[in-house]
């Protein structure tokens, strides 16, 4: 294999990891606002308090 597919199979597959970790992040904030918009900000969950 030439060494510009092997770069380029390499780049795609740090950018395909680095869009996962972004759509955890967004979903995990999402939740987070629907949370506080569901219940407020004083019920948050006990890993959150540092429980």
């Not at 390499?10 to 987070?32: S, T």
Request: proline share 2%; no cysteine; aromatic share 8%.
């Amino acid at each position: 294999m030439r060494l510009d597919t092997k770069r380029r199979e390499k780049a795609i597959r740090g950018f395909d990891a680095f869009a996962r970790e972004l759509g955890v992040m967004m979903v995990e904030a999402v939740r987070h606002i629907e949370r506080e918009e569901l219940s407020g900000s004083d019920y948050q969950p006990f890993s959150e308090m540092g429980l």
